[in-house]
T-cell receptor, first 114, second 116 residues
Framework: DVKVTQSSRYLVKRTGEKVFLECVQDMDHENMFWYRQDPGLGLRLIYFSYDVKMKEKGDIPEGYSVSREKKERFSLILESASTNQTSMYLC?????????????FGPGTRLLVL | AQKVTQAQTEISVVEKEDVTLDCVYETRDTTYYLFWYKQPPSGELVFLIRRNSFDEQNEISGRYSWNFQKSTSSFNFTITASQVVDSAVYFCALSDPTSGTYKYIFGTGTRLKVLA
């Protein structure tokens, strides 16, 4: 079974803090993704990575950065957290194949920025 | 531009009723994939099905069935004899394998409440 884990289920941070969200997958997937989920907006892609040290901006990258130093780990960084970054953050991974490979998701991190 | 519309924000049914969740998509590509995911209260998105644009056969898996119609750009999901455990948010998603970006476009989700 594919296993995608996220470092925290719930986080409370203060405005201006630097926040790290960690994601680890154990299936040797090349692709990894970070989404945020907000009511009425569905899931929106923040960043994704198709290889170690490679990253691509998604639809809403502003205020975020990412790091992929190892294949199994993909980190999302909020350099200076703001209240509008309060959200549910979901990590996903998939193989990099010729066909569109299925993305498998972690349990999510609910972040509250005060 | 690609788009996925799930017009039903929330649906409530009584246990054992059948329920259909609608998904309408827009794409100019001839090759694409469609997905359904379930998000129970625990938060994790659970993969349910993947369908490519060249396979219009309907699919049945237990109480779940999917109706893919290219003519109407729809990929609807039916739960037969619903159960309380089916209560969740369901997302439909579209991807474009030719874009090279591996992106999914998600709908806004449909919250299904199954009442005992």
């Amino acid at each position: 079974d594919v296993k995608v884990t996220q470092s925290s289920r719930y986080l409370v941070k203060r405005t201006g803090e630097k926040v790290f969200l960690e994601c680890v997958q154990d299936m040797d997937h090349e692709n990894m993704f970070w989404y945020r989920q907000d009511p009425g907006l569905g899931l929106r892609l923040i960043y994704f990575s198709y290889d170690v040290k490679m990253k691509e901006k998604g639809d809403i990258p502003e205020g975020y950065s990412v790091s992929r130093e190892k294949k199994e780990r993909f980190s999302l960084i909020l350099e200076s957290a703001s209240t509008n970054q309060t959200s549910m953050y979901l990590c996903a991974s998939s193989f990099h194949g010729d066909s569109q490979e299925t993305q498998y998701f972690g349990p999510g991190t609910r972040l509250l920025v005060l | 531009a690609q788009k996925v519309t799930q017009a039903q924000t929330e649906i409530s049914v009584v246990e054992k009723e059948d329920v259909t969740l609608d998904c309408v998509y827009e794409t100019r590509d001839t090759t694409y994939y469609l997905f359904w995911y379930k998000q129970p209260p625990s938060g994790e998105l659970v993969f349910l099905i993947r369908r490519n644009s060249f396979d219009e056969q309907n699919e049945i898996s237990g109480r779940y069935s999917w109706n893919f119609q290219k003519s109407t750009s729809s990929f609807n999901f039916t739960i037969t004899a619903s159960q309380v455990v089916d209560s969740a948010v369901y997302f439909c998603a579209l991807s474009d394998p030719t874009s090279g970006t591996y992106k999914y476009i998600f709908g806004t989700g449909t919250r299904l409440k199954v009442l005992a």
